[in-house]
């Protein structure tokens, strides 16, 4: 054998390679059909594994066949000075070499995939860019763009003839190769063709990719701009092997190193197409992120199972899912419980759940899997795949929830370690900084990549979990069976849908700012939960140890609105523009929908996409529609319309419709509080927490939240009093517009960071910060005037007796506050500013957010000392709000104004 | 001589054959290319969407305006079909558009193909002229 191969350099076995192509290539024709390749070829997989077999070796002869007839060139070469064919036999080989690699390629091509498609364009361009014949040659070589036709004539007759006759005319006439070669070719493809499958891709995964001998000329297409100039590349090839073949002395020399400098170069871009470039033929390091799935992928390769894990005729009668048969179905063919365009029959399991579809057993099927699609690490690989929610999935990273910027950019800042708290910031590039172990050990754990990974419904213990956060719903069915699933195939599948309710968002935002419990009428207490007292509705424990006391609802909620009536998918997913806080990411305002004069509408043609599908789901036939516009960022609100000039919120999950009043007339009609947000009076009340307290212990067990893993050493907070009150008044300051906002004590606090042992600063911060707030606690009712006008908590003096008393025809207001005086900055404990003072600097968990200035506070002292006398109601009072100086100068002498040192 | 004259001449002769296939081979195909492409396609226009991608068209709606592209890269012709941050990329080499089809980062360096179409009288479909 060794001996022969010294004579015959490998094309014996080459042509032992061709014969087995050649009876493969028949054996194939029967189960393929060139109208639907791609099917035939996934049916051929899923549904019959024999089939699959022959497929495999028709692949691996035809590779070996390629490799065997490159190497038994190089051989020629090697052991030849001169070979000196005669220069129409050397012509005819040249052109043969071409031809092997069209054969190849159109073998690619027939599979029907993505990658094929794309390969198929290719050549089809770089065709038609041939000078004169272009056109014509694309088409007699493809044929047209919707048929495969052609392209299966070419490959199993044109260029196949042509090698045989090129082949057999070279080798002097020798048709037949040894027998010795021949069986052991078989053989040896036989176990290759059983052990690793031929490729097929998924049509899901973004890397397309050429066959591996033309990788390193994608390489090159890449590098220019004119590909055109690669077809002289060709020539020039085809011209070396041609002189090589048949010219004498320094040409062969010149011919033969070119060739070889050549083929050095092309197996480094091969190295690099192959190993080195994942989706958009973007450079991929292995230790890159999602190396695996972009660059790896394309050498999934199953072994075939010729007694398949599930019965074939599940496997044949399972649904076409997009263009292709998957093996997923096979088994998982009762799954039942998605909405209809998540069903199997529709998308599948692999476009949510990866793995391989083209595997036929389970440990192959499954390897690679996503077992909870959704997260954000691998939620382009799912969600965000291109037939599915590409956009939605590329922003939702740049939202708020996903990057939790305000959260870490106020803490830096309460840290002293920033100046400001309004820095963009994000949960992914947390330092060791104290703030930022802070955050790691107390904080994080709530922002949407954080993974889910373990099934099983979303509830109140639920952070993060990227798309499933908010879209995933567990039907009783689903939970039983998932409580009973062990090692079984599990049929009830959870659902996944704009079905999103309160307890979706609860997890979350029951916490810090505690949104949902406000919203939902419940305020967290300080008790412990066994002093909870039992059976009393009035009280609710959360998470098993956190213990809520009843409180006044949401207007909205008391209506049946939940969270995502109002917040719609570019507030709640984000818009693609990175937000430092909340109020900026937020989109919709009360006067959207509570509006006064005209509506802002849009009709539902001109929706974008995303709403429009969202409309169309939620309230069936939307053509005709009118919708709510946002004043913000021009959104549509799709739970709201208008019918006859009036307009209506129906709320998404439950159905309820409601007409939506306009503001008060008394909100309205005048200027005096046209500067007034609406929740500062419509809201009644807001969390408060004073006296809080920060240290570092190194031995408390504690946890980091980005790793998910217990460590010892962490931040300790020790909270002071949690208290429900009416909010405090504030001011923003954006542009020339100012506005009067509800605020609250949000940080009034010590941290210790001489205890955190990475931090040279030795320093205890005390910080007196009060934070604007979105309380969600909205009454129909505005708070009374007095609630403003004569009390000291909405002035920010905190709690305390506010008085105006009047002696010797002098009216004065003061002040006796009700907590001590703190020693740090000599205000009481809960005040943001002292009596008839305001502070500058660092007064806020926004920049751009203060007290109200001495002025204001006079001016609002000066209407509460009329309300001392005065009721609201009255005809004086109401007449205070068209013309306040008016009423003043026409003021009896027994009222005496305010007077100010 | 005549042995000569006879090579050279049958040498012509398989020269001009050839010449007279390839000639026959241009111009059927070409004729064959005429017939078969002449078609129009019609597309449902989603005026939503602010890209659709279809097959062989890319449909943008931008400003109130309707634009179709051909889906084809035009550096090697790859079949565009994914948007990455607001622009159209190419799966192949990476090739980047705008949404008016101006090429923003190569290997390809022309703009993709604007193809002619007209909006349907209802605005529910896009006739395309390919």
């Given at each position: 054998m060794?001996?022969?191969?010294?004579?015959t350099?490998?094309g014996?076995?080459?042509?032992?390679?061709f014969?087995?192509?050649?009876l493969?290539?028949?054996?194939?024709a029967?189960?393929f059909n060139v109208?639907s390749?791609y099917l035939?070829?996934?049916?051929?997989?899923?549904?019959?594994?024999w089939?699959?077999?022959?497929r495999?070796?028709h692949y691996?002869?035809?590779?070996?066949?390629l490799?065997f007839s490159?190497i038994h060139?190089?051989?020629?070469?090697?052991?030849?000075?001169?070979?000196g064919l005669k220069k129409?036999?050397?012509f005819?080989?040249?052109?043969?070499v071409?031809?092997?690699?069209?054969a190849?390629?159109?073998?690619f091509?027939l599979?029907?995939?993505s990658?094929?498609?794309?390969a198929?364009?290719?050549l089809?361009?770089?065709?038609?860019?041939?000078p004169l014949?272009g056109e014509?040659?694309?088409?007699?070589?493809?044929?047209?763009?919707?048929?495969y036709q052609?392209?299966y004539?070419?490959?199993?007759?044109?260029?196949?003839?042509f090698?045989a006759?090129i082949m057999?005319?070279?080798?002097?006439?020798?048709?037949?190769?040894?027998?010795?070669?021949?069986?052991a070719?078989a053989?040896g493809?036989?176990?290759?063709?059983y052990?690793?499958?031929?490729?097929l891709?998924?049509?899901?995964?973004?890397?397309?990719?050429?066959?591996?001998?033309?990788?390193?000329?994608q390489?090159i297409?890449?590098?220019?701009?004119h590909?055109?100039?690669s077809?002289?590349?060709?020539?020039?090839?085809?011209?070396?092997l041609y002189?090589?073949?048949?010219?004498k002395?320094?040409t062969?020399?010149?011919?033969?190193?070119?060739?070889?400098?050549?083929?050095a170069?092309?197996?480094?871009?091969?190295?690099?197409?192959l190993?080195?470039?994942g989706?958009?033929?973007?450079?991929?390091?292995p230790?890159?992120?999602n190396?695996?799935?972009?660059?790896l992928n394309n050498?999934k390769?199953?072994?075939?199972?010729?007694t398949?894990?599930?019965?074939l005729?599940?496997?044949?009668?399972?649904?076409?899912?997009q263009?292709?048969?998957?093996?997923?179905?096979?088994?998982?063919?009762?799954?039942h419980g998605?909405?209809?365009?998540?069903?199997?029959e529709a998308?599948?399991?692999?476009?949510?759940?990866?793995?391989?579809?083209?595997a036929?057993?389970?440990n192959?099927?499954?390897?690679?899997?996503?077992l909870?699609?959704?997260?954000?690490?691998?939620?382009p690989?799912?969600?965000g795949?291109t037939?599915c929610?590409p956009?939605i999935?590329?922003?939702?990273p740049?939202g708020?929830?996903?990057?939790?910027?305000?959260m870490?950019?106020?803490?830096?800042?309460?840290?002293?370690?920033?100046?400001?708290?309004?820095?963009?910031?994000?949960?992914?590039h947390?330092g060791?900084?104290?703030?930022?172990?802070?955050?790691?050990n107390l904080?994080?754990?709530c922002?949407?990549g954080n993974?889910k990974?373990?099934y099983?419904?979303?509830?109140?213990s639920?952070?993060?979990?990227g798309?499933?956060a908010?879209?995933?719903n567990?039907?009783?069915?689903?939970e039983?069976?998932l409580?009973?699933?062990?090692?079984?195939i599990?049929?009830?599948?959870?659902?996944?849908?704009?079905?999103?309710?309160n307890n979706?968002?609860f997890?979350c935002h029951?916490r810090?700012?505690r949104?949902?419990?406000?919203?939902?009428?419940?305020?967290?207490?300080t008790?412990?939960a066994?002093q909870?007292?039992?059976?009393?509705?009035n009280?609710?424990?959360?998470?098993g140890e956190?213990?809520?006391?009843k409180?006044?609802?949401?207007?909205?909620?008391?209506?049946?609105?939940?969270?995502?009536?109002?917040?719609?998918?570019?507030?709640?997913?984000g818009?693609?523009?990175?937000?430092?806080?909340?109020?900026?990411?937020a989109?919709?305002q009360c006067i959207?929908c509570h509006f006064?004069?005209?509506?802002?509408t849009?009709?539902?043609?001109?929706?974008d996409n995303?709403?429009?599908i969202i409309?169309?789901?939620?309230?069936?036939?939307?053509?005709?529609?009118e919708f709510?516009?946002t004043g913000k960022?021009?959104?549509a609100?799709?739970n709201?319309?208008?019918e006859n000039?009036t307009?209506?919120l129906?709320?998404?999950?439950?159905?309820i419709k409601?007409?939506?009043t306009?503001?008060?007339?008394?909100?309205?009609?005048s200027?005096?509080?046209?500067?007034?947000?609406?929740?500062s009076?419509h809201?009644?009340?807001?969390?408060?927490?004073?006296?809080?307290?920060?240290?570092?212990?190194?031995?408390?067990?504690?946890?980091?939240m980005?790793?998910?893993?217990?460590?010892?050493?962490?931040?300790?907070?020790?909270?002071?009093?949690y208290?429900?009150k009416?909010?405090?008044?504030?001011m923003r300051?954006?542009?020339?517009?100012?506005?009067v906002?509800p605020v609250?004590?949000?940080?009034?606090?010590?941290?210790?960071?001489?205890t955190?042992?990475?931090d040279?600063d030795n320093?205890?911060?005390f910080?007196?910060?009060y934070a604007?707030?979105?309380p969600h606690?909205?009454?129909?009712e505005?708070?009374?005037?007095?609630?403003?006008h004569?009390?000291?908590?909405a002035?920010?003096?905190?709690?305390?007796?506010?008085e105006?008393?009047?002696t010797?025809?002098?009216?004065k207001?003061?002040f006796?506050?009700?907590?001590?005086r703190d020693?740090?900055?000599?205000l009481?404990?809960?005040a943001w500013?002292?009596f008839l003072?305001t502070?500058t600097?660092?007064?806020a968990t926004r920049?751009?957010v203060?007290?109200?200035?001495?002025?204001?506070?006079?001016?609002?002292?000066?209407?509460g000392?009329?309300?001392t006398c005065?009721?609201?109601?009255?005809?004086i009072?109401?007449?205070t709000?068209n013309?306040?100086e008016?009423?003043?100068?026409k003021?009896?002498?027994?009222c005496?104004?305010?007077e100010?040192? | 001589?005549?042995?000569k004259n006879?090579r050279?001449?049958?040498k012509v002769?398989?020269?001009?054959?050839?010449?007279?296939?390839v000639f026959?081979w241009?111009?059927?195909?070409?004729n064959?290319?005429a017939?078969s492409?002449s078609q129009?396609?019609?597309?449902?226009?989603?005026k939503?969407?602010e890209?659709q991608f279809?097959?062989?068209?890319?449909?943008?709606n931008?400003?109130?305006?309707?634009?179709v592209?051909?889906?084809h890269?035009?550096?090697?012709?790859?079949?565009?079909d994914?948007?990455?941050?607001g622009k159209?990329?190419?799966?192949?080499h990476?090739?980047e558009?705008?949404?008016?089809?101006?090429?923003?980062k190569?290997?390809?360096?022309?703009?993709?193909?604007m193809?002619?179409?007209t909006?349907s009288e209802?605005g529910?479909?896009?006739i395309?002229?390919?």
């Open positions: 060794a001996k022969k191969n010294d004579k350099t490998f014996t076995l080459a042509v032992a390679m014969w087995l192509v050649i493969s290539g028949i054996l194939l029967v189960p109208e390749p035939s070829v996934s049916s051929m997989i899923v549904t019959n594994p089939a699959a077999l022959i495999n070796y691996w002869s035809s590779q070996f066949f490799i490159l060139l190089y051989d020629h070469f090697h052991y030849k000075e001169n070979i129409g036999l050397a005819r080989l040249s052109i043969g071409l031809i092997i690699f069209l190849m390629i159109t073998g091509l599979k029907g995939d990658d094929s498609e794309q198929r364009q290719i089809q361009t770089l065709a038609e860019r041939v014949i014509s040659l694309a088409f007699s070589l493809l044929g047209h763009p919707e048929s052609l392209i004539v070419h490959h199993i007759a044109t260029f196949t003839v090698i006759v057999i005319e070279h080798s002097r006439r020798k048709y037949w190769p040894p027998v010795l070669d021949f069986v070719s053989i493809v036989m176990v290759f063709s052990l690793f499958s031929a490729p891709h998924d049509n899901l995964n973004p890397a397309v990719k050429g066959p591996w001998y033309f990788v390193g000329f390489e297409l890449h590098w220019l701009s590909p055109a100039w077809l002289l590349l060709f020539l020039v090839i085809l011209v070396l002189l090589v073949n048949s010219a002395g320094k062969v020399f010149l011919s033969k190193r070119s060739l070889l400098v050549f083929t170069f092309y197996l480094v871009l091969t190295v690099i197409g190993f080195f470039r989706e958009r033929w973007q450079w991929k390091n230790w890159q992120e190396y695996s799935y972009e660059v050498f390769s199953p072994i075939v199972k010729l398949p894990e599930f019965d005729g599940t496997a044949i009668a399972s649904p076409v899912i263009g292709r048969k998957e093996s997923c179905l096979a088994c998982h063919s009762e799954t998605l909405t209809d365009s998540h069903s199997p998308i599948g399991c692999v476009s949510c759940h990866g793995g391989n579809p083209f036929t057993g389970k192959q099927s499954h390897n690679n899997m996503i909870i699609p959704g997260n954000l690490a691998t939620a690989q799912s969600c795949t037939q929610h956009e999935v590329e922003r939702v740049t708020l929830m996903a990057t939790l910027s305000g870490i950019s106020v803490d830096r800042f309460v840290f002293n370690e920033q100046d400001n708290p309004d820095e963009l910031a994000n949960v992914h947390l060791n900084s104290a703030a930022d172990e802070h955050l790691r904080c994080v754990r922002h949407l993974p990974t373990e099983g419904p979303v509830d109140e639920s952070r993060g979990g798309c499933l908010c879209h995933l567990y039907s009783p069915e689903a039983i069976a409580a009973l699933a062990k090692d079984s599990v049929n009830a599948h959870p659902s996944v849908s704009l079905a999103i309710s979706h968002c997890g029951s810090s700012g949104i949902s419990t406000s919203y939902e009428g419940w305020h967290e207490t008790i412990e066994r909870m007292p039992q059976n009393d509705t009280y609710r424990l959360i998470e956190r213990v809520f006391v409180k006044q609802q949401d207007v909205h909620h008391e209506l049946g609105m939940e969270c995502i009536d109002c917040h719609h998918s570019y507030e709640v997913m818009d693609g523009t990175l937000y430092t806080h909340q109020e900026n990411q989109d919709v959207d006064d004069g005209v509506a802002k849009i009709k539902a043609e001109n929706l995303e709403s429009a409309a169309a789901l939620r309230l069936g036939n939307i053509s005709d529609k709510l516009v960022r021009n959104h609100l799709v709201t319309f208008v000039d307009a209506f129906q709320t998404k999950n439950s159905k409601m007409v939506l306009r503001p008060a007339e008394v909100c309205t009609r200027n005096v509080h046209s500067d007034l947000a609406c929740s009076c809201s009644s009340w807001v969390p408060t927490c004073i006296g809080c307290h920060n240290e570092y212990d190194p031995n408390e067990p504690s946890y980091n980005v790793a998910n893993q217990e460590q010892t050493g962490g931040w300790v907070e020790f909270f002071g009093e208290e429900a009416l909010p405090s008044l504030g300051t954006e542009g020339e517009k100012t506005e906002i609250a004590p949000g940080m009034i606090m010590t941290i210790d960071k001489s955190y042992t990475d040279a320093s205890t911060i910080h007196r910060l604007p707030v979105a606690t909205t009454t129909k505005g708070r009374d005037c007095k609630s403003c004569n009390s000291s908590l002035l920010g003096y905190g709690e305390g007796k506010l105006y008393k009047i010797n025809g002098k009216g207001w003061s006796s506050p009700l907590y001590q020693v740090n900055d000599g009481p404990a809960d500013i002292d003072q502070r600097g660092k007064v920049s751009n203060s007290p109200l200035s001495v002025e204001q506070q006079q001016a609002i002292l000066t209407v000392a009329c309300l005065h009721d609201e109601d009255s005809k009072m109401q007449a709000l013309d306040f008016r009423q003043l100068q003021r009896s002498s027994a005496i104004l305010p100010w040192e | 001589m005549e042995t006879r050279v001449f049958l002769a398989t020269a001009g054959l050839l010449a007279f296939f026959i241009n111009k059927l195909t070409l064959h290319i017939t492409n129009e396609a019609t597309l449902p226009l989603n939503n969407k890209v279809f097959d062989r068209f890319i449909i943008v931008s400003d109130n305006k309707t634009t592209f051909s889906s890269c035009s550096h090697l012709g790859c079949k565009i994914k948007m990455a941050e159209l990329v190419c799966p192949c990476g090739s558009y705008d949404l008016d089809g101006n090429v923003i190569g290997p390809a360096y022309k703009n993709l193909t193809v002619n179409s909006i209802d529910k479909s896009i395309i002229k390919g």
